[in-house]
């Protein structure tokens, strides 16, 4: 003897976007939070020490936000023209950034005035950085020059020009205290050893380098230009490792999250693109309003900062961690009595016989159970089913089909059920799905609602929407077909230039369009 | 080329139908006795077990009645025109009545005692048939000839469950399309009614069975339309009386009362047990899901249970309290097996069609079903005209961790197809469900089949399956990136092939796998399974084929086909023609996993023949004519456990595996050289009995304890002390022999009773049991021969040793003849303890 057994409800694999680890991640953001800029920000940087605040170069402002404040909580505004790249030394006590004129100033964090400032350059000067040994700083400019700066001494200690263009974009290694880098518009991404006097590597990346980006590493390096990002084994003399096209404008700001394992990259395009560093996929993808010119991850990546073409700072803090601790505390029996003999731990010699498990039927599990097909089918059509799980309500539309009982089901129904019925199968008819039930369902219905039509304007409604809603699926379906014909042609001229194999990609063809067309 | 004596054609799963007629409990409700084909079975209702087969009737039989005057035995009537008379508890045939005419049912009185009823058909005229009452004669002699018959009524039913006996045999009931006429003994007086004569609605009113209550004059009948009416005060032709019962929607298969008839059971094809309280319509109770329809229904003499028989070939007991108890079942004969017969290769298992929905694993060691998997997973109403989902293929990956099914729907339009996947969990040592697609194809299915490589990885695993539309299908294993995903692994399509638009019908690869040969109605076409391509085609017009399989071994590189038209052909793979064609009308085509060996049925105006042959030279190595009057329809070879050694030459192809057919009377045979093997030797059928009482936890406990002492006894030679000691202490003779009204208070018994019980002291030496032993075997000697003998054989067991040495000197002439007659026993059984 078998016990009853429910309605299989069929899960279908949702189509498009599947839901990973990563895309929880990354979803787990408030909603952003908009700050505006004099001008377009072109460079964002996080304090390596907390309370993480962060720099924002925008126009001929450094601004320094906290973590949540709307509003800097310090300007540094000592700039006649444009600043550019200002950058936190590691232990987060100084700044310095570039700036259009050519000087490079210094500032201490708690001062406002500079507190060197390095004239050399005659053009401006777009990027600069400190060195890992934190008494050196590295700068790029129009120059076309990459030079090196002694802070104590406030004079340059070297200058490499080697670079035929302007230079745009550098960093510094985190291992080696001599070594930085920098990415110019002559397509060449250069790395200089303060030692010596020429670049030790070149790198042709193949279009003007937007950012450079050194792992923790400093073993592999990415390279951002046109629309490419490549990653570079530098440990390998510079061989190419990835070439990544996934936007369709310049890459304009590369970016690492705190564990090292995902690379972000903005684009103006307005996306950010989340790969994972082992694999070099797409796990993720953001998208924004305007083009984006800087990127930022805060430590632990609580905060995703974005500076766009606009001026606009984009601010995205992390939601706080859910806490499971108090759904659990509900489900505990509120009386005393519920807990009765729960905590008893069975000995060793005992024998344990266990209570069979009571089977908690769905409502309308128990009217098919017991026969009762039309309260089945209320109970299915019922807006919380209805509206969120269609597939139950098909389900059990295909079990009393099944059962023979979906015609006597559906008949001797009011005005406002016939209404909901048809509203319900006019709307579901042309998702595949459903469409072999629902169009028997919609048979049988115009078939035993054929007498009273005309006597009720709602009903009428609905029957004509019903038409209209399978009118414009056959027109659809047609297209189609028709797309589907000029794929042949495709296909069958393809197969005439390559010889080899024809059945088989003629069929894969095949297989694929009627995919596709499935999924639609 | 003549079938040679040797081999033979056994039917197997255990005699036939168990639907001929209802089944008997035994007066004491421990053992249930039932038709089974031309066989008498006996289950213990304990555990479910057949006990005995009993055969000696030359056709079905039809009826099983206990003998009123001696419940240890048994009539059984059969076709062939005999009544058997068993003693069933040892399964001797005692007398044989000769009727001479078709016995159609039995039924036996108490009232009655020298004779029996049955129906046979009426001489001259052909559907009638009539109940008369056949006088047994107590004549001498095995054989005896009955035929002093006389016609009780005439125009009855020849089902078995439309006549029945009222209280005390004093009136006899039956029904036939719409009358009931009910017959008085003493008064010699018919009365007929008919439901025609009633104001009803439209419907089916025929009576579909009647029964008698057991104490009241009150009868019980079932009609087609789901009603059962209660009939009282028949005694008079014009004012009886009847009330309705109407539960079931669709005809009333089978109705019983209850011992003392204060309730009635009906069954019906709704595969419900109603049990109506009182007779009345107002309370019932219901054990719905019993699997299938009930075809009959019986209680036990003492009322505490009663047994269901279903359409399927299954009976479930149940409880009085209607709880389901247990289910005794062998093979399942499901109305059409659709899938084939399939062996699974983990448990050597024959797998087809069991339960509606279900895949039922048969044993054919033990025939039993060991288990079923439930594959469509959907309720099953009972009911008819309904399209039912239904599996119709089936197949195993070589090493049975894969299964695939197939289930469909029938339906105007489209059919509704899933193709499942299964995975064997080891942990839970059952199947489970990988990956379910929902329209595979676009029409049904034809046939379906695994990459067939035993040292092949698993994710190399390809299943291909052939449709009616005109396509095959090439299904992987995808691996999951995602590591969250719940598993790792999935199927998904890789391949469509295609061949001139024609049905693609059968699919099957070649040993090593390289090769997928894809039958496409009169075309076969091999493809090269890596790469897909279409590799060569062949073709034998006129006539599509029906039949495809590559030969294996040394054979492996040719292709058998069998065309509906009537050729079987061989192709050579390697020179792409024809190798040999014979003009067979081929249904049945099987390779032997184990050999080159391939077996063929034919059939040919109404009789099946077997050709067994290899591939590579055109003259079969084995023919047998005239296998059996039915349709074969399946076949399947059923590797040995291990290979037999003592074939002759000609059963070669025997030797590893064995042949299976199924017929389309759903009748399983098979091909046997040794002669009908008992299941069970007489000695040990004889112990199932004893054994077969229920084990409880009690018994359980005291049977270990029980066996730890007989185990320490053998050990030291004492058996019979022990023996002794529990009949002659004098307290227990004492307490058992004295009447009742002359024993002093319990009070004053119990410790003396008690001590006798204990164990004296287990600290003696060995001399002293040697002497105990010595003592015990002379006073002995009046006791009852067997007890005796035990003692005996287990001092000769031990003679070895010199304690007991002497102690078979003095043995007896008498003794040493006696202990040569139990040399020559069987003791096997003493291996129990």
Known sequence: ?520 | MVAPAGLRVVRCGGGGRLSSARPVFSADAKYLLCASGDFVKIYSLGTGETLRLMGGHADVVTGVQLNPRNHMQLYSSSLDGSIKLWDFMDGIPIKTFTVGCKLLALYALTSCEDSVFVIIPKSGERDTFQLVSVKLTKAAGQNIEAKDLSVVLDGVDASPKCTAFGREGEYVASVKDVNLQVYFFKRKQLNRFSVNTMKTKGGNHDFTCVVCHPTEDCIATGHADGKIRLWRNFHHKKEYTFSTLHWHHDIVLDLAFSVEGTSLLSGGVESVLVLWQNLSDRQKDFLPRLGSGIEYTSVSPDGTLCCTLHTDNRISIINSNLRFSRSIQGLIKSADVKTGLVVDPRTKALVLNGEPGHLQFYCLQSDQQLFSLDIVQRQYIHQAGLKQVDLVKVAFSAQGKWLATVEEREEVTDPELQLKLWFYDEETQSFKLNTRINTPHDDHITDMCFRDMDEMEDDSLILVTTGRDCVFKVWVMVEDTDPEAQQSVSWSCDFVGSYHNYQATNCCFSEDGSLLAVSFEGTATVWDSVTWDLKCTFCHPPGKIRNICFGRLTCSKYLIGATDHGFLCCWNLLSCALEWSAHLNILVLQPDPLSEHIAAVSWLSKESSLFVFKPNEPRPIYIQRNLCKEKIQLAAFVPRDEPETDGSEKYLWLRRSQLFFLTDTQELMTLSTKPLEERLTASSKQLAVEESLPVTPFSLLLGRHRRQQSQEDIDLGKLVIHNKQEQDSPAVKELLHTPAHVLPSASFLCPIFIKSLLISKENKSAEEVADEVEMESEKADDDSDEERDVTEMEQEDTSPSELLGEMTCKLSKHQEKELRKIRKMDYSWISAF
């Not at chain 1, 169009?439 to 609602?449: C, F, Q």
């Open chain 1, 1 to 520: 003897m078998a016990t009853y057994k429910p309605v299989v409800v069929q899960a279908f694999p949702k189509l498009g976007e599947k839901i990973t680890q990563d895309t929880l991640y990354w979803r787990g953001y408030k909603t952003p939070v908009q700050i505006k800029e004099f001008g377009a920000v072109n460079k964002i940087h996080f304090s390596p020490v907390p309370p993480y605040n962060y720099a924002v170069t925008a126009s001929s402002r450094i601004h320094i936000y906290g973590r949540y404040s709307q509003e800097p909580i310090k300007t540094f505004s000592r700039f006649k023209d444009a600043a550019y790249c200002a950058t936190y030394r590691d232990d987060g006590n100084l700044l310095v950034a570039g700036s259009e004129e050519g000087s490079i100033r210094l500032f201490d964090i708690s001062g406002r005035a500079p507190l060197r400032q390095f004239d050399g350059p005659t053009k401006a000067v777009h990027v600069v950085g400190f060195l890992s040994d934190k008494y050196r700083i590295f700068s790029g400019g129009d120059d076309y020059s990459s030079s090196l700066w002694d802070i104590p001494n406030g004079t340059e200690i070297i200058s490499y020009s080697e670079h035929t263009d302007y230079v745009r974009c550098g960093c510094a290694s985190k291992v080696n205290a001599d070594v930085f880098i920098t990415g110019s518009y002559d397509h060449t991404v250069k790395l200089f050893d303060a030692r010596t006097k020429s670049s030790v590597m070149t790198i042709e990346h193949g279009h003007p380098v937007e950012s450079v980006l050194l792992f923790q590493s400093g073993g592999l390096l990415v390279s951002a230009g046109g629309r490419y990002v490549k990653v570079w084994d530098i440990l390998k003399g510079g061989q190419l490792l990835v070439s990544l096209k996934n936007h369709h404008k310049t890459v304009t700001c590369l970016c690492l999250n705190s564990s090292g394992q995902r690379l972000l990259s903005g684009s103006l395009d307005r996306h950010v693109k989340i790969y994972s560093t082992t694999s070099y996929k797409v796990v993720h993808s953001f998208n924004y309003a305007t083009s984006i010119l800087s990127l930022a991850l805060s430590p632990e990546d609580e905060t995703i900062v974005v500076g766009m073409t606009n001026g606009v700072l984009n601010v995205k803090h992390r939601k706080p961690e859910e806490r499971k601790e108090e759904s659990q505390k509900k489900r505990q029996p509120a009386y005393r009595t519920h807990v009765k003999g729960r905590t008893y731990m069975p000995k060793q010699e005992d024998f344990c016989v266990s209570k069979p498990v009571k089977r908690v039927l769905r409502k309308y599990d128990k009217m098919l159970k017991s026969f009762q097909s039309s309260k089945a089918l209320d109970a299915v059509l019922e807006p919380p089913i209805r509206l969120h799980t269609p597939e139950v309500t098909v389900a059990v539309m295909q079990e009393l089909h099944r059962r023979g009982t979906l015609r006597s089901a559906l008949a001797g129904r009011d005005e406002k059920q016939i209404n909901l019925l048809l509203t319900f199968v006019a709307r579901r008819v042309i998702e595949p799905r459903f469409t072999p039930v629902l169009v028997t369902v919609a048979d049988m219905i115009t078939d035993i609602y054929q007498p009273v039509v005309g006597q009720s304007a709602i009903v009428d409604r609905q029957f004509l929407k019903l038409q209209e809603a399978i009118g414009k699926e056959i027109d659809y379906q047609e297209e189609l077909l028709e797309v589907l014909g000029m794929m042949d042609t495709l296909f069958a001229t393809f197969t005439k230039k390559s010889t080899t194999y024809p059945e088989e990609n003629k069929s894969n063809g095949l297989t694929e369009t009627i995919e596709t067309n499935t999924n639609n």
